[in-house]
């Protein structure tokens, strides 16, 4: 990355308010973070930060 690169991403991907707006309609949920990384240089992975996670 250069010096004064600028990175645009999202904060996660998974918004049902999404579907049908952002994501085309026939993509299944389970594709949906292939398809934003294709669109955005990144995306936060961040789930331990907002809550604990359960070992299953």
Known sequence: ??????RIGISG???????G???PKDLR???ELAFASGMF???ELNGTFYSLQRPK
Do not use: L
């Open 21 to 23: 707006t952002f994501y």
């Open 29 to 31: 949920q389970k594709d």
């Open 1 to 6: 990355m250069a010096e004064g690169d600028i």
């Open 41 to 43: 240089r990144s995306i």
């Open 13 to 19: 991907w998974r918004y049902a308010p999404w579907r």
